[in-house]
């Protein structure tokens, strides 16, 4: 038995065009960024998922994004898209510390920069998205 998607193909064409806009104004262009067909997961608004050794990434959206507030649509956009801009730094850890660590070592080291990393997105998203448009089909 198959799941109802959360998101009908008129409502994820117009979050794309969306996030296709964000994505430019950012810089992005090199990068294939869609609306994931799968949800974010439940502790998220919304989540990225690039794709290893590609320029390509899912973006996931929580059950209701689309009753967000706009300014919540936007920073979480916003937010995902720096998500990939830090993804090659970022995999510098997630794919050659544990090779390279023991470990426990490894593991501290892994938590403390998704830590500081997800800090460091919010602070940028809080100031980059009030410079981006909003979306223009937010009902807040």
């Not at 994505?23 to 439940?42: E, F, Q």
């Not at 510098?92 to 830590?115: D, E, I």
């Not at 919010?122 to 979306?135: G, K, R």
Request: hydrophobic residues 45%; proline residues 6%; charged residues 25%.
């Amino acid at each position: 038995m198959s799941k109802k998607p959360h998101l009908t193909t008129e409502q994820a064409d117009i979050i794309q065009a969306y996030i296709d806009q964000l994505r430019d104004l950012m810089g992005l262009h090199r990068w294939d960024i869609y609306v994931a067909a799968k949800r974010a997961p439940k502790d998220a608004r919304a989540a990225i998922h690039p794709a290893d050794g590609r320029a390509v990434a899912a973006l996931s959206l929580c059950k209701d994004w689309l009753d967000s507030d706009p300014d919540e649509m936007r920073n979480d956009v916003v937010h995902e898209l720096i998500h990939v801009i830090h993804r090659d730094q970022t995999d510098l850890v997630r794919l050659t510390g544990h090779r390279a660590l023991p470990r426990t070592a490894y593991l501290v080291l892994q938590s403390a920069h998704r830590s500081a990393t997800e800090v460091m997105v919010d602070h940028l998203a809080a100031i980059i998205a009030p410079t981006m448009p909003l979306p223009d089909f937010a009902r807040g």
